[in-house]
């Protein structure tokens, strides 16, 4: 346990030590507003819907009408049909044989609830959402769609399970069509990432300029 708390507040100083280095949000957002709350939650519809700029799916005007004052990056949460449904399927699995993974597989789903309660948007339905509580601890956490990576990582494992289970039945088949129907359903062009108004190079060259002059 005290590893793990440990590893996770040196990555977090790790993180604001780049932030800061780079100029790109050194205040760690706390001066950041409430609104945002609403417009950067996870609606999971996006959890299911292929991203914008997607490879085989022409989506770009589904996803500009449906934008609820976010942008292309927090709301490409696509997890997949198919990982969603390898996932269920060994739940139904553990739930039905109550097998040796049951406490394991119990861990990720409830990791996966709460990940998700996180993600939404505040105000929900008029009322305060989880993200709304954390804001009020540390207002930096203002884009709750950003829990997707927990999300993912909770789900994957599931549908590792699942998968591993339907090759046992029926053999690498089921392999090979999950990968294909994964890469035609997950797939997107490539597409321009958030970038500093500075790099770390150019301000570490005027640090150094300042101090020979």
């Given at each position: 346990?005290?590893?793990?708390?440990?590893a996770?507040?040196?990555?977090?100083?790790?993180?604001?030590?780049?932030?800061?280095?780079?100029?790109?949000?050194?205040?760690?957002?706390i001066?950041?507003?409430a609104?945002a709350l609403?417009?950067?939650?996870?609606?999971?519809?996006?959890?299911?819907?292929?991203?914008?700029?997607?490879?085989?799916?022409?989506?770009?005007?589904?996803w500009?009408?449906?934008?609820?004052?976010?942008?292309?990056?927090e709301?490409?949460?696509?997890l997949g049909?198919v990982?969603?449904?390898?996932?269920?399927?060994?739940?139904?699995v553990?739930?039905r044989?109550?097998?040796?993974?049951?406490?394991?597989?119990?861990?990720?789903a409830?990791a996966f609830v709460?990940?998700?309660?996180?993600?939404?948007?505040?105000p929900?339905?008029?009322?305060?959402?989880p993200s709304?509580?954390l804001?009020?601890v540390l207002?930096a956490?203002?884009?709750?769609?950003?829990?997707d990576?927990?999300?993912?990582?909770?789900l994957?494992?599931?549908?590792?399970?699942?998968?591993?289970?339907?090759?046992?039945?029926?053999g690498?088949?089921?392999?090979a069509?999950?990968?294909?129907?994964s890469?035609?359903?997950?797939?997107?062009?490539?597409?321009?990432?958030?970038?500093?108004?500075r790099s770390?190079?150019n301000?570490v060259?005027?640090?150094?300029?300042?101090?020979?002059?």
């Open positions: 346990a005290g590893g793990t708390i440990g996770a507040v040196l990555a977090s100083l790790l993180v604001a030590i780049g932030s800061y280095a780079s100029g790109v949000n050194a205040g760690a957002g001066e950041r507003q609104d609403e417009a950067y939650g996870l609606r999971p519809i996006e959890l299911v819907v292929p991203s914008p700029n997607h490879l085989f799916f022409s989506l770009d005007t589904y500009q009408r449906h934008l609820h004052g976010s942008n292309y990056t709301i490409s949460n696509d049909l990982t969603f449904a390898l996932a269920i399927f060994w739940l139904a553990v739930v044989r109550r097998n040796g993974n049951a406490l394991a597989t119990a861990g990720l409830t709460v990940g998700l309660l996180f993600a939404l948007p505040s929900l339905n008029g009322f305060s959402a709304k509580l804001w009020n207002s956490f203002r884009v709750p769609s950003r829990w990576p927990l999300l993912m990582a909770t994957l494992p599931l549908a590792a399970l699942g998968l591993q289970r339907l090759r046992a039945s029926f690498v088949v089921v392999v069509a999950a990968l294909v129907l890469f035609v359903e997950l797939s997107t062009h490539r597409v321009a990432h958030f970038r500093g108004r770390v190079r301000r060259r005027d640090v150094a300029h300042d101090r020979l002059s």
